[in-house]
């Protein structure tokens, strides 16, 4: 339950204020040509954090006010659009560690989740205040529990949910399938011994 516990205490906030927000925004196609996810980071919202001269735009992630927040507050329908595993994993480059929305695109969330990613959903109303907190003090701490379903921002206590099985994962510490797998290799390897078809190769 260590897991669990860490995961009460998050950090401070990033607003990412706007609707429909979809992966080609989170990160451009043109810098998904990679071997691995390495450095992905420096390419996440490219487009709307720079000019074509490389200078900067306004956008959250390049204020100085947000350096260092590891949970992201966005509205609806957040990772839309394809189903590229870059999107997130630029975002977990960055920083994050949980993300805050009225809901998101379903397969951003699950790969948010087998990232150990938080992908929370809360009202719209509650996301409103979140992000009106954030925006005006940027240092306040946000805390979320997962099994109580709860977010915390100064002295302001929320409601939020999850799938069932998203939450557990990570309140078990069980979202992590590679750890488990090594975790457990002899019974893997006692199992592949038993199935007839195995045994040919």
Same mark, same amino acid.
């Given at each position: 339950?260590?897991?669990?516990?860490?995961?009460?205490?998050?950090?401070?906030? =990033?607003?990412? *204020?706007?609707?429909?927000?979809?992966?080609?925004?989170? =990160?451009?196609?043109?810098?998904?040509?990679?071997?691995?996810?390495?450095?992905?980071?420096?390419?996440?919202?490219?487009?709307?954090?720079?000019?074509?001269?490389?200078?900067?735009?306004?956008?959250?992630?390049?204020?100085?006010?947000?350096?260092?927040?590891?949970?992201?507050?966005?509205?609806?329908?957040?990772?839309?659009?394809?189903?590229?595993?870059?999107?997130?994993?630029?975002?977990?480059?960055?920083?994050?560690?949980?993300?805050?929305?009225?809901?998101?695109?379903?397969?951003?969330?699950?790969?948010?989740?087998?990232?150990?990613?938080?992908?929370?959903?809360?009202?719209?109303?509650?996301?409103?205040?979140?992000?009106?907190?954030?925006?005006?003090? *940027?240092?306040?701490?946000?805390?979320?529990?997962?099994?109580?379903?709860?977010?915390?921002?100064?002295?302001?206590?929320?409601? =939020?949910?999850?799938?069932?099985?998203?939450?557990?994962?990570?309140?078990?510490?069980?979202?992590?399938?590679?750890?488990?797998?090594?975790?457990?290799? *002899?019974?893997?390897?006692?199992?592949?011994?038993?199935?007839?078809?195995?045994?040919? =190769?």
């Amino acid at each position: 339950m260590e897991e669990s516990k860490r995961l009460k205490t998050i950090g401070t906030g =990033i607003p990412i *204020p706007g609707n429909d927000t979809d992966t080609d925004r989170i =990160i451009p196609a043109r810098y998904m040509k990679c071997v691995t996810f390495d450095g992905l980071e420096k390419y996440a919202f490219y487009d709307e954090r720079f000019h074509e001269d490389g200078s900067e735009k306004e956008h959250p992630f390049n204020e100085s006010r947000y350096e260092g927040g590891s949970v992201f507050i966005v509205n609806k329908n957040f990772g839309c659009g394809s189903s590229r595993e870059h999107a997130p994993q630029a975002l977990v480059r960055f920083g994050m560690r949980a993300i805050i929305g009225e809901s998101f695109a379903e397969i951003f969330a699950g790969n948010c989740a087998a990232l150990g990613v938080l992908a929370v959903t809360a009202g719209q109303d509650d996301v409103e205040k979140i992000m009106a907190v954030v925006q005006d003090q *940027p240092q306040t701490e946000i805390r979320i529990d997962l099994e109580s379903k709860i977010v915390v921002y100064g002295e302001v206590t929320a409601a =939020i949910d999850m799938p069932e099985a998203f939450r557990m994962s990570l309140v078990e510490g069980s979202w992590d399938t590679t750890a488990q797998l090594l975790a457990n290799e *002899p019974e893997i390897h006692k199992t592949a011994a038993e199935i007839p078809y195995l045994s040919l =190769i």
